[in-house]
């Protein structure tokens, strides 16, 4: 079999068959296939598309790629989450603290920035110390012991999508279903959670622009999930404006600080308690959603799901200190106010243009090599509906180049559209897959 051949077939419409697949993946993850040649079958994928079977068959086939961890020997039903992607998704940082807290363990595997969104391990090293590159024999005793923990995909778990996760993120190829379908569910099936809670964002924020290729992905994830044995279900949610005020990694840990401390946004909040309902409803701690969600609150009233994040991030070499004074995360040293040109109501965000202010701030990668800059990003003071009045603010940008502040600020100012016009609301949870 030769990769050269199965580019050719799937650039002119083929159907890839199971070894193919395989082939291509293992041959991938050994470093026999170059980037180069992933590189143009991702884009014929890209354009081409692939059936249910291939997508199953390629899911498979990069679970399979490494180990699969198996945590039946950690009692009770562990459950993951995971998002398809959006701007400002600081959930995870939130939600996991919440939910073990309540006494669900949360096992996760992660995944850094891609394309124009955030990346859950980028985040959480804004904590100093902080790695999400511990073994598998860590990872479990973490679970058993604090209850939650979650790594990145390593040589061992996971790695082709480890190495397909960086090679689309710079080659203009995430926004395909397929390819985030199984990117995600082969990390979900890798880490060994019973079940599996799925955020699939949809809008200008996220990679399915559209709630009916939302919906598709989430059925398609779901079919995959409960396929395997794994309890999945995907809420669908909205992305067509950033959740919550921050966009940039240590701005977001903050937001996701402020919210263990019962001073969340009110979207940022109203997610975490949908998704962290389903997950104690899942791992048997609450008989309904209602149930569940008195609990969540419980936990951030009496302080136990702020100290959880704090136990969480010592058990994983970060500094805990910097959960109790997030003033200590990094700073960016040039702060700048962008204010409203017009009197009206905010009528539309484009949100991916956000995500791309933080990269061009330096918050994500240009190429598979380039380094972040935790500090940088964007605080809105204006969302979706607001009123405002001209020379308000509409958001602070926190940069460390000028340059690079003014590049963001210019493409800020055309993402927001403004207009005398008031607006409604849109509703931020537009729907629940279960099968
Ligand atoms: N999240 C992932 O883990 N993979 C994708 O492809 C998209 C979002």
Redesign the pocket.
């Known amino acids: 079999m030769r990769m050269y051949d199965l580019i050719m077939k799937k650039r002119n419409g083929g159907v890839l068959g199971d070894g193919e697949i395989r082939f291509m993946v293992q041959g991938y993850t050994r470093g026999d296939i170059p980037d180069y040649q992933m590189s143009a079958m991702m884009m014929a994928i890209y354009f081409q598309g692939m059936n249910a079977d291939e997508t199953l068959a390629l899911t498979m086939a990069m679970a399979e790629s490494g180990d699969m961890l198996d945590l039946s020997d950690i009692r009770g039903v562990k459950v993951d989450k995971?998002?398809?992607?959006g701007v400002g998704d600081k959930t995870s940082l939130a939600l996991t603290p919440m939910v073990a807290a309540a006494g669900v363990t949360v096992a996760k595997m992660?995944?850094r920035g891609?394309?124009h969104?955030g990346?859950t391990i980028d985040k959480l090293e804004s904590f100093s110390g902080f790695s999400t590159a511990i073994s598998e024999q860590q990872f479990k005793e973490n679970v058993n012991r604090v209850g939650i923990a979650i790594m990145g995909q390593t040589a061992d778990l996971a790695p082709a999508?480890k190495k397909l996760?960086a090679l689309?993120d710079v080659t203009a190829t995430?926004d395909n279903m397929s390819?985030?379908?199984?990117?995600?569910m082969s990390?979900k099936l890798a880490a060994g959670a019973d079940a599996i809670v799925l955020d699939v964002k949809t809008g200008s924020g996220a990679?399915m622009k559209t709630e009916a290729d939302s919906f598709a992905l989430a059925r398609e994830m779901v079919r995959i999930g409960n396929g395997a044995g794994r309890k999945t279900i995907a809420v669908v949610s909205d992305m067509d404006q950033p959740l919550g005020y921050a966009v940039g990694n240590a701005l977001e840990v903050r937001e996701a600080i402020e919210t263990l401390k019962g001073n969340g946004p009110e979207d940022f909040v109203e997610l975490c308690m949908t998704l962290g309902s389903y997950m104690l409803v899942a791992g048997g701690k609450a008989a309904d959603q209602e149930a569940a969600e008195r609990i969540l609150r419980e936990v951030i009233a009496n302080g136990s799901a702020l100290e959880k994040l704090a136990e969480f991030v010592a058990a994983q070499g970060g500094d805990r200190e910097l959960v109790y004074h997030p003033d200590r995360l990094p700073q960016a040293s040039i702060a700048q106010e962008i204010e409203s040109p017009m009197d009206g109501y905010i009528q539309r965000i484009v949100c991916d243009e956000i995500g791309i202010c933080s990269l061009l701030l330096g918050g994500g990668r240009e190429t598979k090599e380039s380094e972040i800059d935790l500090s940088v990003g964007l605080v809105l003071h204006r969302k979706v509906g607001d009123a405002v009045k001209k020379g308000e603010t509409l958001a602070t940008i926190y940069a460390n180049d000028q340059a690079k502040l003014d590049a963001a600020r210019e493409r800020f100012l055309r993402a927001y559209t403004i207009d005398r016009n008031p607006v409604e609301k849109k509703p931020l949870i537009k729907g629940i897959v279960m099968e």
């Open positions: 995971h998002s398809t992607g992660s995944g891609l394309g969104t990346g999508d996760y689309r995430v390819l985030i379908a199984s990117s995600i990390k990679f």
